[in-house]
Each structure stands twice: as C-alpha cells, then as structure tokens.
C-alpha cells in the first residue's frame, strides 16, 4: 500500500489525500491510536492539511504495539471505508504520520510530546484509561498504574502519567504547555482530563513548580460522535476487493460523523471549523445528548440484544420489542432531562435510530457491552438519578440496568458462557457466582460496587426495587419476554 501514489488511486475513484504528504510535520500527539481516532479525529485532520500543513498527527499505543506493527509497512496510511446499505466507499487517510508504541518507545514519545512544534495532546484511551472511579469521576489514588507512576514519574505507564511526564519537560525547558484535548465518551471529557491530570501533578508535590505548571494547561471538551465496529478478517477482504490492494488495518465506519468542542486552545489549533467540526462555549450540552441518547440506548441494547440472542445492533433494532423500548428510553425518560429543545432532540432520535439500522455496519453488541463499568454511571444512572430527583419514573432505563447485572454472571440464556470484558470483571465474576441465581442476592452484590452506583442510589428504595424486580423478571422469563412485558 505504501507504493501506492494518490494520483493512482483518484485515478481509481478513491478519495485519497489531496496534499503532498512530504510536505507536512506533525502538531499532534494522539494518545490512544485505536479503530475511533482513525474513524473520527485523523479523518477531520486529513481533510485540513492541504491548507494547514504543520498539523500532521503522530499516535500513541498505550498498551499494545499492534496498530503500529500492521501501519508501518504501510507508511501509516489507511483506508476508512464509510459503509451503509447504498455500499461501502473508500477514502485514504494520510493524516498520521508515525505510531509509537508507549512500552517500548516511551521515551521517544515523551520527548516527541515535549517538541515545541506539538500544540495538542489528544487522547481516545477509553474510559478506563483514565484511572478513575467512574462514579466521582476523580482520580482512582489506587490504581495500580496510577501508584507506579507516581513512583516511577520518568517511566510513566498511565495516560495521566505520561502527559505530566511530557509537561515536566517542557516546563523545565520554558515552553509554554500544549493543549490536552480528551475525545472520549465522558461526561465533561475535558474537565474530568483536567481534574484528574491536575491530581496526579498534585501527589507528585502539590505546590511545587511542576503543579503550578500543569494548572495552566488547558482541557478542552469535546463531544466526538461516529459509530466505528472492530475491524474483521471479512472486512479486510471487503476493502482489498474495492482498493485492489492489500490494508493491514481498514477501519469500518458510517457516515454519519459529528465533533463539537470547546473553543480553548491558547497553544493555537487547526481551523476544525474549516471540515465541518463545530467550536463551541459550553459542550455540555451536546455530551449529555450523546451520552443519555446513544450510547443509553447503545448499552441497553447491547445487553438486552446478546441476551436476546442478537450478534449486531442492526438486528436487535429489528426487533419490535427493542426498537420501541429505545424509542420510549429516548423520548420518555431521557429527553426529558435534556436542555436541548425539543425538536432538535426529536430530530436527533430519529438520525439515531437510522443509524442504529445501518446493515452494512455489523456493529456488535458484546463489542459495546465491554467495560459496563466504566460506562454505565453517564449512560444510565446519571439519567436516572434526574428522574428520580424530579420524581419521574424510569422503567426502561431500569431495564437496561438489570441487563447489564443479568449479563456479567457470565452465563447467556442457552447456559452457554460469556466472555465478560471489563477492568472489575474479576469482581463481577465473584458477585455472580455468590448470588448464583438468586435475583435478590445479585442485584444486592452489585449495587454494592460503589464505582458504579456511588453511595447514594442502592439507599433508594424504588430504585433498588424496580432494578430488583427487571433482574428477577429477566432471570425468570428471559431477556425478549421481559422487553415485551414493558410494553
Ligand atoms: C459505543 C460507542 O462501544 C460503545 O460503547 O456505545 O463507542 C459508540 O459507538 C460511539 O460513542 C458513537 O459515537
């Protein structure tokens, strides 16, 4: 692929970069260089180079080499085929010039974050990278990377850990800091970046000159949007069939593609307005939509649709029980909560439900149900924790709760097992097998896990009880009887 010249492949029909790729030098570090950032942020960039040529993006594997072990070969370009029921089109990004493998390149990475000429450090590391409880949003003290890089600050491991090792650096050489710009799915990606960054500094020696430093960085938030499924062996043959030529790693995308985010970068920034990014004062907003709309729906859908027996989100949003009780979780118990008129939230639903039946994308749900940990307090509870403060019912938001408790025991409805992926999954694991199937005991054993629910919601009754009562109904009649059974 490396050969291939991007006059050959327009010549093909492929959308390929419309720079000289000799020509640009990278201005960003991406942390994070999986499947998402080059479905969303590196395709945005790729599309700015030709007029903004010192914004070239250099990424980061935090924990394993492979996306810089299959681009390499292939000067780290790419194909993103954008894929729905009309087909699949090619489009070449250009925009990551070099991957870096953090474990074995870490101080060429740090050294490359402290270059003058870079300007932001993003960072898709996922929920879990960033080492926090994800019911205060604060910092987890204990994390085990967490508390080696605080012992270790030269050979960080931790995202967190790495980016105040890089701000040591230019701070000990008076540059000014580079901009930390989180695109993860958080709420307030940017401010819970900057509290847990600035905490981190803190432990290291709060009022030290390195602490002050880091207080002036700044965190902007963004709300970043684009469905982007695991790459497959059949996807790869798809691609090669449409380019002709052979790509380690496609990535497989829709679309439909949103960014909005907060206009703060003193240390400058590309015109992302320019490619149809939309800068904005409060991202707020915009994140709690996503947050309480799509991704709500997302792991409701996903628990409730393994359990009911669907591999891909396409075919349990065809299922009528599923697609009602998401349009009503949405509208009924979602919106609501929402300051965003409604019409803009109705629109919004109805492009999401759309794009939930793309058939083309083959979007798994074990793939969305991974890390419900880490994912539930801003999908599900924070929503449920409005209704319950404006005294408004939540059946279905409930719902997806107790099939997210039904699905960690780890054993599907035919008795077959479950591969659970999460950083608690050990204690989940425990959980379950003392309950054993004993709806009570269950659902008592994980409202225990405060990083999820925190300390205030297992002391609500009717929370506990509509959960409870969701869970014993699954157990009993199973995941499709207990969605009809809502209504
Ligand atoms: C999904 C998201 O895997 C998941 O948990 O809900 O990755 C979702 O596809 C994106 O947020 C869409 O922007």
């Known amino acids: 692929m490396s050969e291939i010249h991007s006059g050959t492949l327009r010549a093909r029909g492929i959308h390929a970069m419309d720079y000289d790729r000799s020509t640009i030098t990278p201005g960003i570090v991406h942390l994070g260089i999986g499947a998402f950032h080059r479905a969303h942020m590196a395709a945005y960039v790729d599309s700015l180079l030709a007029k903004n040529p010192s914004w070239g993006i250099i990424g980061a594997s935090l924990r394993r080499p492979d996306t810089r072990d299959a681009l390499q070969p292939q000067d780290f370009l790419y ?33 490359t974050m402290a270059d003058p000429s870079i300007r932001i450090v993003s960072l898709t590391v996922t929920e879990k990278g960033y080492c926090h409880d994800p019911s205060t949003g604060e910092l987890d003290e204990k994390h085990p990377d967490i508390v080696h890089d605080l012992a270790h600050p030269e050979t960080p491991i931790s995202a967190p850990g790495i980016i105040v090792a890089a701000l040591e650096r230019r701070r000990q050489r008076g540059l000014a800091p580079f901009t930390v710009m989180s695109c993860d799915n958080l709420p307030s990606n940017g401010k819970t970046a900057g509290r847990i960054v600035r905490r981190f500094a803190e432990l290291g020696g709060a009022g030290t000159d390195l602490a002050d430093y880091v207080q002036s960085v700044s965190f902007p938030s963004t709300m970043i949007d684009r469905i982007v499924p695991a790459t497959t062996d059949a996807d790869r043959s798809i691609v090669a069939d449409i380019t002709g030529f052979d790509d380690a790693w496609p990535i497989m995308t829709e679309p439909f593609t949103q960014w909005v985010i907060e206009d703060d970068f003193p240390a400058g920034r590309p015109p992302f307005e320019s490619v149809g990014a939309e800068l904005v004062e409060d991202v707020e907003p915009f994140e709690l939509m996503k947050l309480r709309m799509l991704n709500g729906s997302h792991s409701t859908m996903a628990y409730l649709g393994y359990l009911s027996g669907y591999q891909y989100v396409n075919e349990a949003i065809a299922d009528a029980g599923i697609a009602k009780l998401v349009h009503g ?159």
């Open 79 to 111: 194909t993103l085929a954008i894929r729905d029921a009309s087909g699949t089109k090619p489009r070449i990004i250009g925009s990551i010039l070099d991957v870096l493998d953090a474990n074995t390149q870490r101080a060429q990475l740090i050294e």
């Open 329 to 487: 979780l949405m509208t009924e118990e979602a919106m609501p909560t929402l300051p965003m008129a409604r019409a803009t939230l109705e629109a919004y639903r109805d492009q999401l439900l759309a794009r939930f039946a793309n058939p083309a994308l083959k979007h798994r749900t074990w793939q969305i149900a991974m890390d419900g940990t880490q994912k539930l307090p801003q999908r599900l509870l924070g929503t449920i924790r409005d209704r319950l403060k404006a005294a408004q019912p939540f059946p279905r938001l409930a719902l997806g709760v107790a099939a997210w408790m039904r699905y960690v025991t780890g054993i599907d409805e035919a008795g077959q097992p479950i591969e659970v992926k999460d950083p608690l999954a050990a204690r989940l694991r425990q959980i379950a097998d003392e309950a054993g199937r004993d709806p009570e005991k269950l659902a008592n054993g994980l409202l225990a896990v405060t990083e999820v629910f925190g300390t205030d919601l297992p002391q609500v009754a009717v929370f506990r009880d509509t959960v409870t009562n969701h869970l014993k109904s699954l157990l009993e009649n199973g995941a499709k009887e207990a969605v009809r059974r809502l209504g």
